[in-house]
């Protein structure tokens, strides 16, 4: 009896354990998926009815207590104008969560279906879209945030139309890729045969199978524009302040921060940490599972 | 065992488990078989059998974890227990041929730089030298435009294009032994011709011996002089190419032969075999075709048979003597 | 690509005899792909319950002809007609299409890459019956059980997903699929290339006991002249884009005329084969074409 040693490329045991193990929608992502998937769920909650369980009042200014700590039932004590930053933290999820959930399925809806449509009819239309996207692909986030702020008024909701357009040409690309390969298969060549419309095609078969890589794009591009719409917020162009933000708090904290009360900007970068490093983490491991499934 | 028995590779009671989902799973069971210089055994089955198994347990590449047990000699030497410079050299002298090419030719570096690789590394042979031997090795599979390949990347050739590269850089190192799994596959018969001839030559010239893998009967028959038959992940008949045709021992053997359209006489229908082929793990307990076999008595699904030498050959079917001569006729039918 | 000094055989397929009840008549069909000429003025007929064969070596058009006849790929130039319908152009409406749909299909050689890997076999079989014949569920339910029993695939196996089934009940799936559609011509793309021995004569079988059950027309495009002789009523054997020899199976396999064919047929391995190279072939004349084969 004789053992043969050699290297292989199979599944290490620990990730084999969990794949296979889970809530169906998760599935293959482990421990950490599942984790991950608890914190957004939270936060999420917290954007819906954070303003409804704030303790006080987020906009109730009270110049009194300006940077004063912990005290009595705010927990997290107050900002430079004396407002409580539990409340604000908590009404600020709105704007901070829905902002970025709203930049990914507009990116990922434009995102898509260029990219189906791209895939789809190759030719010319395929070389002028993918130029057309190209050019758009040069410009900065912030560059088109700053344009679209100027065109409609300073917001969020300029800032997240831009950032949806600036997402949607890199959208486009990776997932122009994944709707190539799946065209290719001999399926959906059998279902033209058939003499199905190319949209019914598109929708319930080439789409609905690309529905793996999709989620998991999106998910990854979330961490992505929480990030740009807080830095876009800080710079002033987002959400306008007194409105809670996170983003915001982080710009307005500053002033804090140099008078060695870090608490708001601080408070505020956390939240937007977690959430991102949570989103990321159950997005890579989507992205993961939806390449093995493919293959 | 010594070589001296003519034997350059000697194959005695191989089995191998995998590691599947934690347990171990049996993919070979009892496998023996001998190749001496110059020879050329057919490996014959269908998919899942363990042919490709049985190429890479002598090649030493199995995956991480495999329990393989019996004995594996390459002129005299136990190949299972070689490590380090003794498992080196014995790689220079046994190439092989895999079947996916695509997943074995590293996708990122030209094909020149992977036919070329071993032999300047292995072998000391000079750049300009091994590039002109690939290129006239190429010329002799069939592909005229070598220089231009050799700068081509994988992804740039079709799929025969690069099985013809795997057959070519197999043979740039001049091995003893050659393990060729399904080499031409992927190719029309014509190309197949051209490689097999290839193949012919070397065993003649340089007494390159070769195992030779293939799901296609007729193919083994007509370019191996010994062919084993795979079924399960064990071997039901072993034989001299031309008897194996015209008079199998095994039914399962009879059933492969029936179940082939022919390319002359008249057509009938096929006396396909019922069901499907069955992995080693798949197996039932007794004779692992017994499921499947027209021949079946309840005997059959007692034990499992041995290999038993019967005149030039071996057959692992207990009612071998009782059927020989009938399964010829009773292969078509019906 | 010069004429071909053979004379081609004339056989129930020749185009220049009378066409009479022509399914499927194919008239100077040529398809260029930039500068490569792919296929170069074939023609063709096959007649209604008639098979034929294509046969050539890797690269020789055959599968563009497939493309062409099913749609998939517009010709450069030619006509295809099918029931005296025209299909050179693409379709236009989705009435024409469907029209189309209902006269040919086809089978493609990859088991593994021609069902939507998330649709079971049930599922897809039953999308082309809800455009083709419409009916209730109930009725499609019924339909589609017996297109199942037709290539003997149970109800657990039509339920499963693709990736539960072996290749040949991937390939069962795709046949009873093209099938829905009532076609009264199937084109079978090296459809049991990929099959195991004993697998691949349950198929041939299948398509055997189909064509006389339902008279579908067969167009079968393979590599091996045995199931071509198998399944098939006539041949047309394709060298770079052109047809080289045309005529029954059974004449042409047993009395190849062309060079080619000739090339082709010698290098089938039976038992006492010897291999021979291309260019030890120095009897037959105008084998200069036939060497050196290596199109990417
Ligand atoms: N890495 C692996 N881990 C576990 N089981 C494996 C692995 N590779 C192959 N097997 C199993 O081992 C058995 C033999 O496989 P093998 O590749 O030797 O078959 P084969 O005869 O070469 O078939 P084919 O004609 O399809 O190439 C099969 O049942 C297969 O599922
Ligand atoms: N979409 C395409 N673009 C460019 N060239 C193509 C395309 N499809 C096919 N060709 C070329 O046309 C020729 C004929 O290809 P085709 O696929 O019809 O061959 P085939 O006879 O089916 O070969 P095989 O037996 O290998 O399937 C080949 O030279 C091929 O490279
Ligand atoms: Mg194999
Ligand atoms: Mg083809």
């Known amino acids: 009896m004789s053992l043969v040693e050699l290297p292989t490329t199979a599944v290490p045991p620990a990730r084999r354990r969990l794949a296979g193990r889970g809530l169906p929608l998760l599935r293959g992502t482990g421990l950490v998926g599942h984790l991950c998937a608890i914190v957004l769920l939270g936060a999420l909650l917290v954007a819906v009815f954070g303003a409804a369980i704030a303790p006080h009042d987020p906009d109730l200014t009270n110049l009194s207590f300006a940077f004063v700590g912990r005290f009595q039932d705010h927990y997290l004590g107050f900002d430079s104008q004396g407002r409580d930053l539990l409340s604000r933290l908590l009404a600020g999820a709105r704007t901070s969560i829905l902002g970025p959930l709203v930049v990914v399925l507009l990116s990922m809806l434009f995102g898509t279906v260029l990219a189906i449509a791209t895939a789809w009819k190759g030719g010319r239309f395929d070389t002028i879209v993918s130029a057309a996207l190209d050019v758009l692909f040069a410009f900065p986030a912030i560059v088109l945030a700053i344009i679209a702020s100027v065109v409609i008024e300073p917001g969020l909701k300029a800032a997240s139309l831009a950032l949806s357009v600036a997402y949607t040409p890199y959208i486009a690309r990776v997932l122009r890729s994944a709707a190539l390969r799946e065209r290719s298969r001999d399926y959906i060549a059998a279902l033209e045969v058939q003499g199905l419309r190319a949209w019914v095609i598109c929708v319930r078969h080439l789409g609905r199978n690309m529905l793996p890589i999709i989620v998991a794009q999106g998910t990854i591009l979330f961490g992505y524009a929480m990030v740009d719409l807080a830095a876009i917020s800080f710079l002033g162009l987002g959400v306008q302040p007194p409105q809670a933000d996170w983003g915001v708090m982080v710009a307005t904290g500053q002033s804090g921060v140099l008078q060695g009360y870090p608490m708001e900007s601080l408070c505020a970068g956390l939240c937007i940490v977690v959430v991102v490093i949570a989103v990321n983490l159950l997005g890579e491991r989507l992205s993961d599972r939806s390449t093995l499934v493919t293959r | 065992m010594s070589a001296a028995d003519g034997r350059l590779l000697d194959v005695a009671s191989l089995a191998v488990q995998l590691p599947v989902g934690g347990e171990l799973r049996t993919v070979l069971h009892d496998v023996s078989f001998h190749i001496g210089p110059g020879e050329a055994l057919g490996l014959v089955g269908e998919s899942g059998s363990g042919k490709s198994m049985t190429a890479r347990a002598i090649a030493r590449l199995l995956p991480a974890g495999a329990v393989t047990t019996g004995t594996i000699s390459y002129a005299g030497g136990d190949v299972t227990a070689l490590k380090g410079a003794a498992l080196r050299s014995y790689r220079a002298e046994v190439a092989m041929v895999f079947q996916d090419p695509r997943a074995h030719i590293n996708p990122v570096r030209r094909i020149g730089d992977f036919m070329t690789e071993a032999l300047r590394t292995n072998h000391g042979v000079s750049k300009a030298d091994a590039v002109a031997r690939a290129i006239g090795l190429l010329a002799e599979v069939g592909i005229a435009d070598g220089q231009r390949r050799l700068e081509q990347h994988p992804h740039e050739l079709s799929g025969g294009l690069l099985q013809r590269v795997m057959i070519a850089s197999a043979l740039l190192t001049e091995p003893r032994l050659l393990l060729a799994d399904e080499p031409t596959t992927a190719l029309d018969v014509t190309t197949q011709a051209d490689v097999m001839a290839i193949l012919d030559d070397l065993r003649r010239e340089r007494g390159m011996a070769l195992l030779f893998i293939t799901h296609d009967l007729e193919l083994a028959s007509a370019v191996c002089d010994r062919t084993a038959v795979m079924y399960a992940g064990q071997l039901v008949e072993q034989r001299t190419s031309s008897q194996l045709h015209d008079d199998p021992l095994h039914p399962y053997t009879a059933g492969l032969v029936g179940a082939r359209p022919r390319i002359d006489g008249d057509v009938t229908r096929l006396a396909a075999i019922p069901g499907r082929p069955r992995s080693a793990y798949e197996a039932p307990a007794g004779c692992a075709f017994a499921d499947r076999c027209e021949h079946v008595e309840d005997a059959c699904g007692e034990a499992r048979p041995p290999l038993e030498p019967i005149e030039d050959g071996f057959v692992r079917c207990r009612r071998a003597t009782e059927l020989r001569g009938m399964l010829r006729a009773g292969g078509r039918h019906g | ?296």
């Not at chain 3, 071909?4 to 009840?21: H, I, M, R």
């Not at chain 3, 096959?46 to 493309?67: D, F, P």
């Not at chain 3, 459809?191 to 691949?200: H, R, Y």
């Not at chain 3, 189909?210 to 009523?233: E, F, K, M, N, P």
Request: charged share 25%.
């Open chain 3, 1 to 296: 690509m010069g004429e071909s000094a053979v004379p081609l055989a004339s056989g129930p397929s020749d185009p220049s005899g009378s066409t009479g009840e022509a399914l499927l008549s194919v008239r100077g069909l040529t398809k260029h792909f930039g500068t490569n000429v792919a296929v170069d003025d074939v023609s063709f007929d096959i007649a209604r319950g008639g098979s034929l064969a294509i046969v050539g070596e890797s690269g020789s058009g055959k599968t563009t002809i497939a493309k062409m006849v099913v749609g998939l790929l517009a010709p450069t130039s030619g006509t295809i007609t099918t029931c005296g319908h025209d299909r050179s152009t693409p379709a236009r409406g989705a009435a024409e299409r469907r029209r189309r749909g209902a006269e040919v299909q086809i089978v493609f050689q990859d088991p593994y890459s021609s069902l939507d890997p998330r649709q079971s076999g049930a599922s897809a079989i039953d999308e082309v019956l809800a455009l083709h014949r419409g009916g209730s569920s109930a009725d499609r339910a019924l339909r589609v059980a017996e297109l199942g029993d037709l290539v003997g695939l149970d109800d657990r196996q039509l339920r499963a997903l693709p990736k539960a089934l072996s290749g040949g009940q991937r390939q069962r799936v795709a046949i009873a699929r093209a099938l829905a559609a009532e076609p009264q011509l199937l084109i079978l793309d090296e459809s049991v290339a990929a099959l195991d021995v004993s697998i691949q004569a349950q198929v041939l079988n299948l398509l055997a006991d189909v064509r006389a059950d339902t008279g579908v027309s067969y167009l079968l495009i393979s590599h091996d002249l045995a199931v071509v002789r198998q399944i098939t009523d006539d041949v047309i054997v394709m060298h770079r884009g052109v047809v080289v020899e045309r005529g029954a199976t059974r004449d042409v396999l047993d009395h190849p005329q062309a060079a080619y064919t000739r090339l082709l047929r010698a290098s089938v391995p039976t038992p006492g084969w010897r291999p021979r190279r291309r260019s030890e072939w120095t009897d037959a004349p105008d084998l200069s074409d036939v060497s050196d084969v290596s199109a990417g």
